[in-house]
């Protein structure tokens, strides 16, 4: 480890605080419905959609009428993605004559998208036309990540309602987010990325003679504009399958900083915004400050793993980090910490491959993920997975003082205690299950390149990444298979919305409450105490995942051995 590697992670944790604010009160004007200096270009746009669609804004939801226009909007968007997937071929914008994705890997991507999740069982370049990139997968980085701080507003007004049935508007939330914030800052930062040296071309392939006097085809396309919401909406899907490690994607280290910076902005503006919305920011400050110390310690160990490098070359006289499997212009540190950064948010992309980080550094990507991705988390899921997590500490902490648990002013029962266990309990349940699922059948076992606790690691890091909806790949893997494609999309559908609906019922739950006023014997959830307490209660539940999948690995080699199907 290097002063110039942690001056790097400190650094960037500074730059996000000093965003923090600025970028929450954004946020939290676009919760309120609030008029911004954007509305004077774009709200006539915002008023035609919604006059093109028979949609009144201004028309409240409850929760379960709030759940099933996200639903049907979000099957809706993945029947017309699978389509344009398996229709690539007759479709224009084709330059390279693909052809349309097979029914296993259509269906796989078009899941994939749809939640946030970004998997990908194959190499965009060579698989994917212009076209299917834009309009079928760049259009989810927007709405799938829409829907995310939708969701969270919903969530926000459940904890600040008073007495009410209602928690917003689902096609007004998505819109304005859309409008007035991912849109905006996407056409900067692509004009920014494409300055730095990426593709933004209609052109499908450029050929060029070498200086070996070899005839070499470069693939280019509409790339800076889709790495620009795949970093801000934490979708993680890479143009090219190389992803964030490719020159055409992430070419400098400048790059690097603000396509990591771009990943967790939205979600600390989100804490800011939510005690904004609950009438007190320090409770805001307080879920940030829990967020950020279970990052840091992530973020070290990696860090000190990769930077230790691998004993097994120290011992041939090998000595430094660990490079392999990491780009020279990035570096250990810059490596290790993008690793951290897209496994705590549900992002994804990668600038290095996890397959070759060592041991312990690769167990941090794969923790974080066991978490419930609520370490910063993904645009809006972060923020509401979090507060799932804060429901049970408060309902922890009202155990140990002898009354009724309240937060933000809102008496947390029964109802609300079983419906957060429900949605956290989804976590864990999936992981183990199609994990363990996989590796004593002979489709699953067919995946997995290396043998041992190798092999059993990138099954496992596959279906974590999948139900978290983080995207990113252990490496080594062959996803793309009628097996691995089915369950994965399973997966990835059940780790989003299974949690999706207990949460906004949960809002629904709180809205109707009165407000309590703190008193004397209420528990404290602004202080040091609080924190410590969240940090706890998300590293024990977390462990519901991880500890058994530490014991599942020998079984399951056991059982592949007995069967002759040795890892």
Same mark, same amino acid.
Request: hydrophobic share 55%; proline share 4%.
């Given at each position: 480890? @290097?002063?110039?590697?942690?001056?790097?992670?400190?650094?960037?944790?500074?730059?996000?605080?000093?965003?923090?604010?600025?970028?929450?009160?954004?946020?939290?004007?676009?919760?309120?419905?609030?008029?911004?200096?954007?509305?004077?270009?774009?709200?006539?746009?915002?008023?035609?959609?919604?006059?093109?669609?028979?949609?009144?804004?201004?028309?409240?939801?409850?929760?379960?009428?709030?759940?099933?226009?996200?639903?049907?909007?979000?099957?809706?968007?993945?029947?017309?993605?699978?389509?344009?997937?398996?229709?690539?071929?007759?479709?224009?914008?084709?330059?390279?004559?693909?052809?349309?994705?097979?029914?296993?890997?259509?269906?796989?991507?078009?899941?994939?998208?749809?939640?946030?999740?970004?998997?990908?069982?194959?190499?965009?370049?060579?698989?994917?036309?212009?076209?299917?990139?834009?309009?079928?997968?760049?259009?989810?980085?927007?709405?799938?990540?829409?829907?995310?701080?939708?969701?969270?507003?919903?969530?926000?007004?459940?904890?600040?309602?008073?007495? @009410?049935?209602?928690?917003?508007?689902?096609?007004?939330?998505?819109?304005?987010?859309?409008?007035?914030?991912?849109?905006?800052?996407?056409?900067?930062?692509?004009?920014?990325?494409?300055?730095?040296?990426?593709?933004?071309?209609?052109?499908?392939?450029?050929?060029?003679?070498?200086?070996?006097?070899?005839?070499?085809?470069?693939?280019?396309?509409?790339?800076?504009?889709?790495?620009?919401?795949?970093?801000?909406?934490?979708?993680?899907?890479?143009?090219?399958?190389?992803?964030?490690?490719?020159?055409?994607?992430?070419? @400098?280290?400048?790059?690097?900083?603000?396509?990591?910076?771009?990943?967790?902005?939205?979600?600390?503006?989100?804490?800011?915004?939510?005690?904004?919305?609950?009438?007190? @920011?320090?409770?805001?400050?307080?879920?940030?400050?829990?967020?950020?110390?279970?990052?840091?310690?992530?973020?070290?160990?990696?860090?000190?793993?990769?930077?230790?490098?691998?004993?097994?070359?120290?011992?041939?006289?090998? *000595?430094?980090?660990?490079?392999?499997?990491?780009?020279?212009?990035?570096?250990?540190?810059?490596? #290790?910490?993008?690793?951290?950064?897209?496994?705590?948010?549900?992002?994804?992309?990668?600038?290095?491959?996890?397959?070759?980080?060592?041991?312990?550094?690769?167990?941090?990507?794969?923790?974080?993920?066991?978490?419930?991705?609520?370490?910063?988390?993904?645009?809006?899921?972060?923020?509401?997975?979090?507060?799932?997590?804060?429901?049970?500490?408060?309902?922890?902490?009202?155990?140990?003082?002898?009354?009724?648990?309240?937060?933000?002013?809102?008496?947390?029962?029964?109802?609300?205690?079983?419906?957060?266990?429900?949605?956290?309990?989804?976590?864990?349940?999936?992981?183990?299950?199609?994990? #363990?699922?996989?590796?004593?059948?002979?489709?699953?076992?067919?995946?997995?390149?290396?043998?041992?606790?190798?092999?059993?690691?990138?099954?496992?890091?596959?279906?974590?990444?999948?139900?978290?909806?983080?995207?990113?790949?252990?490496?080594?893997?062959?996803? #793309?298979?009628?097996?691995?494609?089915?369950?994965?999309?399973?997966?990835?559908?059940?780790?989003?919305?299974?949690?999706?609906?207990?949460?906004?019922?949960?809002?629904?739950?709180? *809205?109707?409450?009165?407000?309590?006023?703190?008193?004397?014997?209420?528990?404290?959830?602004?202080?040091?105490?609080?924190?410590?307490?969240?940090?706890?209660?998300?590293?024990?539940?977390?462990?519901?995942?991880?500890?058994?999948?530490?014991?599942?690995?020998?079984?399951?080699?056991?059982?592949?051995?007995?069967?002759?199907?040795?890892?």
């Amino acid at each position: 480890m @290097t002063l110039q590697g942690w001056a790097l992670i400190l650094g960037f944790v500074a730059i996000l605080l000093a965003l923090t604010k600025p970028v929450g009160a954004w946020l939290f004007a676009l919760y309120e419905g609030r008029r911004t200096p954007l509305h004077v270009v774009l709200g006539p746009v915002e008023r035609g959609f919604y006059a093109l669609s028979g949609i009144d804004p201004e028309a409240e939801q409850g929760w379960r009428r709030y759940a099933l226009h996200m639903l049907l909007f979000n099957v809706a968007l993945m029947v017309f993605t699978y389509a344009v997937l398996r229709l690539q071929y007759y479709l224009p914008g084709n330059p390279q004559g693909l052809a349309g994705m097979a029914p296993h890997l259509a269906f796989n991507t078009a899941i994939s998208f749809t939640a946030n999740t970004n998997w990908q069982s194959y190499a965009g370049e060579s698989t994917l036309s212009n076209l299917s990139q834009m309009l079928g997968l760049t259009i989810h980085n927007f709405l799938s990540a829409a829907t995310g701080i939708a969701l969270a507003f919903a969530l926000f007004r459940g904890f600040a309602g008073r007495e @009410t049935k209602n928690i917003g508007n689902f096609w007004a939330d998505m819109t304005r987010v859309t409008l007035y914030l991912l849109l905006p800052i996407c056409v900067v930062y692509t004009l920014f990325l494409i300055a730095s040296g990426v593709p933004q071309t209609m052109a499908g392939v450029v050929h060029i003679d070498t200086l070996e006097g070899v005839r070499q085809s470069i693939l280019l396309g509409p790339v800076a504009s889709q790495e620009s919401i795949k970093m801000l909406g934490t979708n993680g899907g890479g143009f090219f399958n190389a992803n964030s490690a490719h020159p055409f994607e992430n070419p @400098t280290a400048l790059t690097n900083m603000v396509q990591m910076l771009s990943i967790f902005v939205i979600g600390f503006g989100l804490t800011w915004c939510f005690g904004k919305a609950v009438g007190n @920011t320090r409770q805001g400050w307080a879920i940030l400050a829990a967020m950020i110390l279970l990052f840091l310690g992530g973020v070290a160990v990696c860090y000190w793993a990769e930077a230790a490098g691998n004993p097994v070359l120290h011992q041939l006289g090998v *000595a430094g980090g660990n490079m392999e499997g990491k780009e020279v212009r990035f570096g250990v540190a810059a490596s #290790a910490l993008f690793a951290a950064v897209t496994t705590a948010a549900s992002c994804g992309a990668v600038n290095a491959m996890h397959d070759s980080f060592t041991a312990l550094g690769g167990l941090i990507p794969l923790f974080n993920m066991q978490l419930g991705e609520v370490v910063i988390g993904g645009v809006g899921a972060g923020i509401y997975g979090f507060l799932l997590f804060a429901i049970l500490a408060v309902f922890v902490a009202g155990l140990m003082v002898g009354r009724t648990p309240e937060y933000v002013g809102k008496k947390i029962e029964a109802r609300e205690v079983k419906l957060a266990v429900l949605a956290i309990a989804v976590l864990p349940l999936a992981i183990l299950g199609l994990t #363990a699922l996989s590796c004593v059948t002979q489709q699953g076992l067919a995946g997995p390149l290396n043998k041992g606790p190798h092999g059993f690691g990138e099954i496992l890091y596959a279906f974590t990444s999948a139900v978290a909806n983080n995207g990113s790949a252990f490496g080594g893997l062959t996803a #793309a298979t009628p097996w691995y494609d089915g369950l994965l999309g399973v997966a990835m559908w059940v780790g989003r919305f299974f949690i999706i609906v207990p949460m906004l019922a949960i809002a629904g739950s709180l *809205a109707a409450k009165k407000h309590v006023p703190a008193s004397a014997g209420s528990f404290p959830t602004t202080g040091a105490l609080w924190i410590g307490l969240l940090v706890g209660i998300v590293l024990v539940l977390g462990g519901l995942t991880f500890l058994p999948s530490l014991a599942l690995g020998p079984i399951a080699d056991h059982l592949a051995m007995i069967r002759g199907q040795l890892f």
